[in-house]
């Protein structure tokens, strides 16, 4: 901390008469030199070497024994209160949710393929089926998504699962963002439709074409 009184101190140099000639040799440099001394004078290290607690320093204050102290239960984040529990959650009242709570656009279904290929497929297979890259290496196989339990899942349990984790898959909650779990859950139904499709479920003009396609 710097304690400079600068009125008192011109008044200091002002009172030196040989530093006040103008033509003095030096002077303006002498000056400046006393100056940077009375400063450096006056130079404290109070705050820089106050006692203070560390976060992961050792303390024999707490009987813990350490400086940092836990989150208070309930804490939250700013930013980070959360109470669209569809949205963040994928459950209502213990219930997984069966519409999403994301409106269903073809961006989102593309953007749902782009994060589950980047971060399902190389277990679940890009189309789903359990075939992924790691398990052709050993990795436990995963269900395949057109089994009848996963076919009749709610979309919520998709949610829930990328979220949390499932046996041997590990939560990728810090790795994706909610809105993009949703994504990928959509698309994960888009898949399973698209493997059990009926061409009666077409548009006519789309089932015009896949007949000429054949």
């Known amino acids: 901390m710097i304690l400079i009184n600068t009125e008192a101190s011109a008044r200091w140099l002002r009172s030196r008469r040989f530093l006040s000639f103008p033509g003095a040799p030096g002077g303006r440099a002498l ?9 450096c004078a006056s130079c404290r290290r109070d705050m820089m070497d106050q ?4 976060t992961f320093s050792k303390s024999s204050f707490f009987k813990d024994g350490t400086n ?3 989150i208070p239960p309930n804490t939250v984040a700013r930013g980070d209160v959360r109470l669209d529990q569809a949205f963040y959650t994928g459950i209502v009242n213990g219930v997984y ?7 269903l656009r073809p961006q989102l ?3 749902g393929r ?3 290929d980047a971060f399902c497929a190389v277990c679940h297979g890009r189309v789903g089926d359990g ?5 052709q290496r050993g990795f436990p196989q995963p269900p395949s ?9 709610p979309l919520g349990h998709f949610f829930d699962v990328i979220t949390n984790g499932y046996g041997a898959m590990a939560s990728f909650a810090t790795k994706v963002e909610p809105r993009e779990r949703w994504a990928i859950a959509a698309y994960i139904r888009t898949l399973q439709l698209s493997q059990n499709a009926n061409t009666s479920d077409l548009p006519a003009d789309e089932r015009k074409k896949l007949e000429q396609t054949q």
């Open 109 to 111: 279904l593309r953007h």
């Open 97 to 103: 949710v069966t519409q999403s709570p994301v409106e």
């Open 68 to 70: 940092a102290r836990p």
């Open 31 to 39: 000056r400046m030199l006393l100056f940077a001394l009375l400063m």
């Open 51 to 54: 006692p203070k607690a560390k």
């Open 145 to 153: 998504f057109y089994v009848e339990r996963l076919r009749n899942a």
């Open 114 to 116: 782009e994060r589950y």
């Open 131 to 135: 075939h992924g890259m790691v398990v």
